[in-house]
């Protein structure tokens, strides 16, 4: 899974995108994408299926890198005070999970 952030504050704009490849259960591959506000419980996804891995993998790291052209970072890569800041609603993202 790859999660990747926004975060500028004089735009008010807090978003997250998360990207995975799960096997379905009809023996395919999908690239699911879910994106949103930080903190927010409501969001959007995306399922997008592939007949192998490779391609599936290939169109993660595709739109991975699309994104991070966009702005889009790691968790890692954000100053120590956007981490603080965000830390505790990112945790309440996770546990919806969509």
């Not at 299926?49 to 595709?62: I, R, V």
């Amino acid at each position: 899974m790859i999660t990747l952030y926004r975060v500028d504050d004089g735009q008010n704009m807090h978003r997250f995108y998360h990207l995975r490849v799960e096997q379905t259960l009809f023996g395919g591959w999908a690239v699911i994408r879910e994106w949103g506000r930080i903190g927010s419980r409501k969001g959007q996804s995306l399922e997008e299926w592939f007949d192998a891995a490779g391609p599936a993998e290939a169109a993660l790291q595709k739109l991975a890198a699309a994104k991070q052209r966009k702005g889009y970072q790691k968790p890692t890569t954000l100053n120590t005070e956007t981490k603080t800041k965000f830390t505790r609603r990112t945790k309440v993202q996770l546990i919806f999970n969509f």
